[in-house]
């Protein structure tokens, strides 16, 4: 039987240092050793520990607001509380395609807005 992964082996595997946030490597660190202690080699268990972990991973504070800039017909995506935008799009659709890039990537919260300022509806990533 094999045994279970080290922190080392695991962290030093290409495919966990491929921009893997640290909570989802520690995550697939902890289902691999599982995996591996149930009998699956170590091929296979290290794809199915990062799936599964990025799957998991916790409930993020970041909030992001897509919305128009003022004066201009140019729509901003910016963190919540920050002085400037993060990205500034010529088309709403623009900035939307970016704001489901950050749902996905950082597990954020999206608050979208209307041409004229008001909420139109709130998006997040389905944990």
């Known amino acids: 039987m094999a ?3 080290f922190r080392k082996s695991l962290t030093d595997s290409g495919q966990l240092r ?3 946030e640290k909570d989802v490597q520690h995550k697939a660190i902890e289902i691999a050793n599982s995996l591996l ?3 699956y080699e170590e091929g296979r268990a290290i794809p199915i520990a990062i799936a599964q972990a990025k799957k998991v991973r916790p409930k993020s504070n970041v909030t992001y607001q897509v ?3 003022d004066g201009d ?3 901003e995506v910016r963190k919540e509380g ?8 010529n088309k709403k659709q623009e900035a939307l395609d970016r704001a489901n890039e950050l749902i996905d990537s950082q597990n954020a919260k999206v608050m979208i ?6 909420m139109q509806e709130t998006k997040k990533a389905n944990n």
């Open 3 to 5: 045994g279970p992964f």
């Open 18 to 20: 491929r921009g893997l």
């Open 37 to 39: 202690e149930d009998g």
């Open 67 to 69: 919305a128009p800039v």
């Open 73 to 75: 017909n140019q729509w």
């Open 82 to 89: 920050a002085d400037r935008a993060t990205n500034v799009f």
């Open 113 to 118: 807005h209307r041409q004229d300022g008001t």
